[in-house]
T-cell receptor, first 114, second 111 residues
Framework: GAGVSQSPRYKVAKRGQDVALRCDPI?????LFWYQQALGQGPEFLTY????????KSGLPSDRFFAERPEGSVSTLKIQRTQQEDSAVYLC????????????FGDGTRLSIL | KQEVTQIPAALSVPEGENLVLNCSFT??????LQWFRQDPGKGLTSLLL?????REQTSGRLNASLDKSSGRSTLYIAASQPGDSATYLC??????????FGAGTRLTVKP
């Protein structure tokens, strides 16, 4: 597709369940970012990939959060044993060269933990 | 931790008015600064990217300035339209993967 695609758009899970969020970046974009956006706040950095390499995961809030990009294209953000504080919008962005070029964002996955 | 602050949090103006949105950052060692627009339920759309060597960027009715010494950026919107209603976010870029966002200004332009 022409833009960054994220799925699902909405996800409701019970506390303690595992969830997986998918991001399809723009074709050819080597850089991929995950962000977490709480209601009324700006996005906060979670992790960064350059091709298949996860170069920075300093923003992941706990070891329950795991991200991968095994073939350097599609990425999955997995949250294990979800907690209510994990409820947020998870945004994915891609660019052709880190932050030296503008990022293109997907519409996000709105995660609600009951 | 570098912080990015946006004032005001919300702004309502009549159609046709010129307006200024403000962004301040605590660390002047900024690499680039970027302004985004976010519509409800959507991701972010990049509006303007100002590199540290630049002082401003213009695109149509939008003009963004960057003053590193004072730690400030402004987004100027001329002749506002109802379609400009959205949340505007600024983000300081500190290296190739460190981008820190403000909480945004929610703009409403009334017809």
């Amino acid at each position: 597709g022409a833009g960054v695609s994220q799925s699902p758009r909405y996800k409701v899970a019970k506390r303690g369940q595992d969830v997986a969020l998918r991001c399809d970046p723009i074709s050819g974009h080597v850089s991929l970012f995950w962000y977490q956006q709480a209601l009324g706040q700006g996005p906060e950095f979670l992790t960064y990939f350059q091709n298949e390499a996860q170069l920075d995961k300093s923003g992941l809030p706990s070891d329950r959060f795991f991200a991968e990009r095994p073939e350097g294209s599609v990425s999955t953000l997995k949250i294990q044993r979800t907690q209510q504080e994990d409820s947020a919008v998870y945004l994915c962005a891609s660019s052709s060269a880190g932050l030296t070029q503008p990022q293109h964002f997907g519409d996000g996955t709105r995660l609600s933990i009951l | 931790k570098q912080e990015v602050t946006q004032i005001p949090a919300a702004l309502s103006v009549p159609e046709g008015e010129n307006l200024v949105l403000n962004c301040s950052f605590t660390d002047s060692a900024i690499y680039n600064l970027q302004w985004f627009r976010q519509d409800p339920g959507k991701g972010l759309t990049s509006l303007l990217l100002i590199q540290s060597s630049q002082r401003e960027q213009t695109s149509g009715r939008l003009n963004a300035s960057l003053d590193k010494s004072s730690g400030r950026s402004t987004l100027y919107i001329a002749a506002s339209q109802p379609g400009d209603s959205a949340t505007y976010l600024c983000a300081g870029i500190y290296n190739n993967n460190d981008m820190r966002f403000g909480a945004g200004t929610r703009l409403t332009v009334k017809p």
